[in-house]
Nanobody, 119 residues
């Protein structure tokens, strides 16, 4: 069974840093784009950052200069380094990946990890 499992979410004080990880497991032939989305209470899910298989990245304007997305292709893992966190970054963060598996080329989501920024 192919799945994405996030980790690293927790409570952090404003101005702090946090690193999220997401590992893809199962029978996976290849992974194209990997991304992080977030959804705050009462708001729509939004793209935070995306990274292609070749390492090209793009970010939401609200996180540019503060967040960095990276990936370890050998470990099928994507990371999100978050710095200078503010209460507005509070949300459930979801990992997303386009993966070629025995089921074909599909879009997968993780279960989400809670990030709370509060003093």
């Amino acid at each position: 069974q192919v799945q994405l499992v996030e980790s690293g979410g927790c409570l952090v004080q404003p101005g702090g840093s946090l690193r999220l990880s997401c590992e893809a497991s199962g029978i996976i032939f290849s992974i194209n784009n990997m991304a992080w989305y977030r959804q705050a209470p009462g708001k729509q899910r939004e793209l935070v950052a995306r990274i292609t298989s070749g390492g090209t990245t793009n970010y939401a304007d609200s996180v540019k200069g503060r967040f960095t997305i990276s990936r370890d292709n050998a470990k099928n893992t994507v990371f999100l380094q978050m710095n200078s966190l503010t209460p507005e970054d509070t949300a459930v963060y979801y990992c997303n990946a386009n993966m070629f598996t025995t089921a074909g080329f599909l879009n997968y989501w993780g279960q989400g990890t809670q990030v709370t920024i509060s003093s």
